[in-house]
């Protein structure tokens, strides 16, 4: 499955979009998951200062 997140410039997942979706119930729990853990350096600007900025990946669940 693949994902795009919205990352602010607090470094945090601001919005989250599935891009090639698995299981209805994998995708939603992939979001969710970015939303409340992921934590990144945010993007700057020419200036030096935080801006937003996007980041995809892709996710691939494995049963063992």
Do not use: H, K
């Not at 729990?29 to 934590?39: G, M």
């Not at 945010?42 to 494995?62: E, F, H, K, M």
């Amino acid at each position: 499955m693949g994902v795009t997140v919205t990352v602010g410039t607090n470094g945090r997942v601001s919005s989250c979009r599935v891009t090639r979706p698995a299981d209805p119930i994998l995708d939603e729990a992939a979001c969710d998951d970015l939303t409340r853990f992921a934590r990144f350096t945010p993007a700057l600007d020419r200036d030096g200062n935080p801006t937003t900025a996007t980041w995809s990946t892709t996710i691939v669940y494995q049963i063992n």
